[in-house]
């Protein structure tokens, strides 16, 4: 017989990936809006259950209780379902724990738990909480994976666990991040909602204001933004460590953080600001240690005592984990077996209507309980009020049971209750105490077929449970929540000690810096072999400084991240990743928002912003793009709208700046129209009211009145003045005299001889 069934493959796999994915989504990844755990986590405490590992009892093994889980409910690794159980213990982890754990069961450093036949746990007074009540049919039971015992769907679930414990998960094509919350507050929320069914979520916020962690923490956020998230299930929030300026003697102070954002692990966190120190980018830090015991404590030891605490801790946050961001997305499993994002008030009511369930099935549980009762104790009161003939028929017949049937109207079960009384019960009190017994049961009954029937009574029921477990278990919140905080606008130089230094470049691309700047340091330095000295600039520790390349790159670092001391200092390649046969041949100063001027020896040019001269990548940044040939002349702060370029032909034009394109990169315009060879010698910005000064080495000029020489940009200009026709170059700019006869390749030999 052929058993094959042709089947389209792209049908196949559409049904086996669908079953797939809601097997993920539904029996794994994602919680149970009532109870708020995952089938593995459900398991866990209903085998601890049934291992009776009450608060009261002795702990046992980790490993027996993950083989119960794995061998009766749970088919899946015994490591994945301990180490489910191990983050149901660890207080940082879960804002209440429902596992106590003996032994090592990880920490907040990032340190695993021990072995599971090392660690012993039982369940917490919450963890019953959540079980109470489940033998009492509150919740449907269902058969396990292998048809051998039962388990059940969802757990009665008196403590509000979803929010008080929150849940993650990444299922396919959907997850969850559900953060935790303080249970008092949760269960006032609940309080006022039972009591005005039409709240709004503004209101329940009164009562529920965000999430509360269980490391503390400072939670940065406006109640516009938390009110987003709990109207619409989905957005995040900004979660800070808690610390204060601590002083120490003769002034000197340091920093001391006492608690840590959520899920950041201890030692990854100081890790990370260590690494910080040691590549120089946290320059305003000498030293962080970990001084922690039950409680965390770091210590950040500043530099100075004269730096900023606020804006050391706003760089932090910014660069490291002492800030981080708490995801929200209130996804979770309703009550119909559906993934769905919900709003705080559809979670909160999810879990009342939960406990209307558990309130009705339990009253109806024990309504029957009270029946069966009943229908004994009638039997048991006919035996006491007929005793002697009761006597009778049990001694004359060998099956009483038929005869008290026949004799009192009775049925089978309560024909075999009186049957097994004992001697004892025959006393003359035992009418009364049955009595007593039946007058309890029927106001009971009463009671609960009332509550039954009229759902005030209920939720009054439930109101009162409500009440003693906020009693119960309410703690205090240990998030402290705060408005969005003030954005500093922070740069690396303001956590710098502005000190004046010179900058000290070989020819041989070696960089370091000296203390003060005096010029006779700088004639004293040695370098190494036949190296020696290409730039010496004047800077403070506070300066940024842009080095340009002979690709037209560049490069910027603050002036007190490269190094000093007094050895030859580290190669630049060191500081930055330069191409191969690229060298540094331009360094200067740069402001963000100062407007500097590009010149090239060919005569282009472009106005360019501080900002754009600086970049934080090691590779660079293209800035300058040169025709053949060319190279760079000057890169000047513009000091007014006027500029002034002299050629090598001797002619000087004048010409407003704003005729060049402001530029982000790129070649520039013309600036001076020159001929065949020539190049330009130099180039200044200034003011009309100021003019410019002209040095020829022996001389010098000051031009005010410079019309002679004004035209537009791109064109040849005039002569310059009597006395300069041998050559000159602007007082100011830094230039060296170029003479005037040589072509361009022996100027730039000479150059690269001076």
């Known amino acids: 017989m052929n ?21 993920t989504i539904i029996s794994r990844s994602l919680p149970d809006v ?96 959540m079980l109470e009540d489940l033998e009492r049919d ?81 939670l940065t956020s406006e109640p516009e933004e938390r009110l987003a998230i709990y109207e619409g299930g989905r957005g995040s929030l900004r979660l800070r460590c808690r610390w204060h300026k601590e002083q120490q003697t003769h002034g000197t102070w340091r920093i001391v953080v006492t608690e840590i954002p959520y899920q950041v692990p201890k030692s990854r966190l100081i890790e990370s600001i260590a690494q910080l120190i040691v590549d120089r980018k946290c320059l305003f830090l000498s030293d962080v240690r970990d001084e922690s015991d039950e409680k965390i404590r770091i210590v950040l030891e500043p530099r100075s005592r004269t730096l900023d605490a606020e804006l050391i801790m706003a760089y932090l946050f910014k660069n490291t984990d002492l800030e981080n961001r708490i995801t929200v997305n209130l996804n979770v499993i309703t009550a119909s077996v559906r993934p769905q994002v919900l709003n705080l008030k559809e979670i909160l009511q999810a879990w009342l209507d939960h406990r209307f369930q558990v309130h009705t099935r339990r009253a109806r549980f024990e309504l029957a309980a009270i029946g069966r009762r009943l229908h004994l104790l009638k039997a048991l009161l006919i035996a006491h009020l007929n005793i002697d003939e009761v006597i009778a028929i049990i001694k004359e017949h060998d099956e009483p049971a038929p005869v008290l049937m026949s004799r009192f109207l009775l049925d089978r079960e309560q024909a075999d209750a009186i049957l097994d009384m004992r001697l004892r019960s025959l006393r003359k009190l035992e009418e009364m105490v049955i009595r007593k017994e039946m007058l309890e049961k029927e106001e009971r009954a009463a009671a609960l077929t009332r509550m039954l029937e009229d759902q005030a009574i209920m939720w009054g029921e439930i109101r009162k449970e409500v009440v003693t477990t906020r ?3 309410a703690d205090h919140r240990r998030t402290e929540i705060v408005g969005a905080p003030v954005e500093v606008s922070l740069k690396p130089e303001d956590l710098v000690q502005k000190e004046p230094i010179t900058l000290i470049l070989s020819r041989m691309g070696w960089v370091k810096t000296i203390k003060g700047h005096e010029a006779e340091a700088v004639a004293k330095l040695r370098f190494k072999g036949e190296d020696g000295l290409f730039v010496s600039l004047p800077v403070h520790t506070t300066d940024t400084i842009t080095f340009l390349s002979t690709n037209g790159k560049v490069y910027s670092t603050l002036a007190d991240r490269i190094s000093s001391g007094k050895g030859f200092g580290d190669p630049i390649t060191m500081m930055f990743d330069l191409d191969h046969g690229e060298s540094i041949n331009y360094v200067l100063t740069t402001q963000p928002h100062q407007e500097y001027f590009v010149t090239t020896r060919l005569g282009q040019g472009f106005r360019i912003l501080g900002s754009d001269l600086q970049t934080s990548y090691r590779s660079g940044r293209q800035t300058i793009s040169y025709k053949t040939g060319d190279q760079l002349l000057h890169i000047l702060p513009v000091k007014g709208p006027m500029l002034a370029a002299i050629g090598r032909s001797r002619r000087l034009l004048v010409c407003r700046l704003d005729e060049f394109p402001l ?16 190049v330009m010698v130099d180039v200044i910005t200034f003011t009309e009211s100021e003019g410019v000064t002209l040095s020829s080495g022996s001389r010098t000029r000051l031009l005010t009145d410079l019309s002679p020489w004004a035209s537009q940009r791109a064109t040849r200009g005039a002569m310059l003045p009597h006395g300069f026709l041998s050559g000159a170059v602007f007082v100011g700019t830094g230039a060296s005299l170029l003479p005037a006869g040589k072509g361009y390749m022996d100027e730039l030999l000479l150059e690269s001889d001076a």
């Open 3 to 23: 058993t094959i069934q042709e089947s389209p493959i792209r049908h196949e796999l559409e049904q086996r990936y669908l079953a797939y994915a809601l097997s």
């Open 34 to 129: 009532r109870d708020g755990l995952k089938p593995v986590h459900r398991r866990i405490l209903f085998a601890m259950r049934a291992l009776h590992l009450d608060p009261t009892t002795p702990p046992k093994k980790s490993a027996r209780v993950v083989g119960d889980v794995i061998g009766k409910f749970h088919p899946h690794g015994d490591q994945a379902a301990y180490d489910a159980m191990v983050r149901l213990a660890q207080e940082f982890a879960v804002r209440y724990p429902l596992v106590d754990g003996q032994g090592n069961f990880g920490n907040i450093d990032g340190d695993g738990a021990a072995a599971m036949r090392y660690t012993e746990a039982r369940l917490t007074r919450i963890a019953m909480a």
């Open 138 to 218: 509150t919740v449907d039971m269902t058969p396990t994976y292998d048809g051998s015992q039962q388990e059940p769907v969802v757990l009665p679930a008196r403590f509000p666990n979803l929010l008080a414990n929150g849940a993650t998960g990444i299922a396919v094509g959907m997850s969850t991040s559900i953060p935790p919350h303080n249970v008092g507050e949760i269960l006032d929320a609940c309080l006022w909602l039972i009591d005005h069914p039409h709240a709004t979520i503004p209101e329940l916020m009164v009562h529920l204001p965000a999430p509360d962690f269980p490391t503390g923490g400072v």
């Open 471 to 473: 009693q119960e278990f």
């Open 663 to 678: 530029l982000s990169k790129g070649q520039g315009v013309r600036i001076q129209r020159l001929i065949r060879g020539e």
